[in-house]
């Protein structure tokens, strides 16, 4: 029965359907309505919903955003206007502007406007406009893989994305093609008034495909901002995926991303989300061996403090023999922070020789932090190696007392600390530039002085 915030969505749809459509693609259109009756059926999911337990989605999705549902052009031009935290990684640089992949021109130094255009990528390899590369041949469409693998998850927060979505980010890798340069995607909040987007993305990689891709979110506007995002991806046989989500926001957003993946045999994923600075957070990652010798490697690191909220779920279903699962993810919370990590590794029957290790750590540098960690593991088959721990604490008061006696300061030790306890995660990264470049940033966060991008001339 719906009776919460569902029903805004709901009156929306019904009332917009025609428009959300008009500016969209048939591919994206022909799931929308599948989606919203499922969506009207379970309505969002309250917090006795074990997934859902430690963020109150109904709350979030109460106020009422605006949508850009007919495709107004946002006058902006991020090249220009924007420099991210990350620069120098020698990356293929594309943006999206609220959840709209951006086309337009960049403005040269001398005032003159060009078309923009990527370095040239490797024969056959796609990235674009969901909605515009629709009509590619089938070898290479979205069509038979969009909401393939969301559509089944029976996610509230998944279908509304679905129903709303008009465009997004689509990235094609063809067979035993290397893509040499990373591919950084800069997904730029930009409103005069408070505004809810709705970002997707479908990641395809056939057979001995490789690909290295850095999300990176922020917000340049002093709004309030609700931004749901899905990305679907799919590692075929003996291919690799890098995937890293960096999220440099600020207090008034609030972020819902769910992250579907699917391995083949013999493929490899490392997926990594670091989270600097946000105001409400909430991130689920449901990846699936669907082919033997396959192997993931997962790492999160937070940092929050004054109110803000991070949540971590994820469920790593082994549904064949021989894969290899590791998670590891680092809080460090502050003030009032609230922090949470529920992770399930799934052991289906059948699935022998499973190597799956689970790792949550966190510290805590108040009374007033707070952190829910619920590592699981739900094992059908005898012959596995399955481990899983977590750990609630403070700074070590030996070391702290250390390092003063050396005439090092409160502060500082605390710093220095929490810095070394955070960079574990960090040095797992393999985009070795991120990874020199995410050591100076985390240590600029823990100094309280990284409120914000370097250079951004939209927040100023």
Not at 263 to 270: G, I, L
Not at 371 to 392: N, R, W
């Amino acid at each position: 029965m719906i009776m919460g915030s569902e029903q805004q969505y709901i009156d929306l749809y019904k009332q917009c359907r025609g428009i959300i459509c008009e500016h969209s693609s048939d591919v994206m259109n022909a799931v929308r309505d599948e989606a919203f009756e499922r969506f009207v059926a379970s309505g969002f999911p309250t917090r006795k919903v074990e997934r859902y337990k430690y963020t109150d989605i109904q709350k979030l999705f109460e106020p009422d955003y605006g949508l850009n549902l007919n495709r107004l052009q946002i006058p902006v031009d991020p090249y220009n206007a924007f420099r991210c935290d990350v620069p120098n990684l020698s990356t293929s640089l594309y943006f999206v502007v609220n959840d709209v992949f951006y086309r337009g021109e960049r403005k040269e130094e001398r005032g003159e406007r060009i078309p923009h255009t990527n370095p040239k990528l490797p024969e056959g390899v796609i990235i674009g406009s969901l909605k515009e590369l629709s009509s590619h041949p089938l070898t290479s469409s979205p069509s038979h893989l969009y909401n393939n693998l969301a559509g089944k998850a029976n996610d509230a927060v998944t279908d509304l994305n679905t129903m709303l979505a008009q465009d997004g980010l689509y990235v094609y890798v063809p067979k035993n093609v290397k893509v040499d340069r990373a591919i950084q995607v800069i997904n730029i909040l930009r409103s005069d008034v408070d505004l809810m987007v709705n970002r997707r993305v479908l990641i395809v990689l056939e057979e001995g495909a490789e690909l290295k891709m850095l999300f990176c979110d922020h917000a340049a506007d002093d709004r309030n901002f609700l931004a749901t995002q899905v990305i679907e991806a799919y590692v075929g046989e003996n291919a690799s995926l890098d995937l890293y989500c960096l999220e440099e926001t600020h207090a008034k957003n609030v972020r819902v991303s769910n992250v579907y993946i699917d391995q083949q045999a013999n493929s490899r994923v490392n997926h990594n989300v670091i989270t600097l600075h946000n105001g409400t957070t909430r991130n689920k990652l449901d990846l699936t061996f669907s082919g033997e010798g396959a192997e993931c490697q997962c790492y999160g690191c937070v940092i929050a403090d004054k109110q803000q909220h991070v949540d971590n779920n994820t469920l790593i279903t082994h549904k064949v023999p021989h894969c290899i699962s590791n998670e590891l993810y680092k809080y460090v919370l502050d003030d009032k922070a609230v922090g949470a990590f529920a992770g399930r590794v799934l052991v289906e029957h059948g699935a022998q020789k499973t190597t799956s290790q689970m790792t949550n750590q966190n510290l805590t540098a108040t009374k007033e932090a707070r952190m829910f960690t619920q590592p699981m593991l739900e094992i059908y088959a005898d012959d596995v190696k399955c481990a899983h721990g977590s750990t609630v604490g403070q700074l070590n008061d030996a070391a702290l007392f250390y390092m003063r006696q050396r005439g090092i300061s409160l502060q500082e030790a605390k710093m220095l600390l929490q810095n070394a306890f955070i960079n574990e995660v960090i040095d797992h990264m393999q985009l070795e530039p991120l990874r020199d470049r995410l050591h100076y940033l985390v240590e600029k966060r823990f100094r309280g002085e990284l409120n914000k991008c370097e250079g951004c001339k939209l927040c100023k």
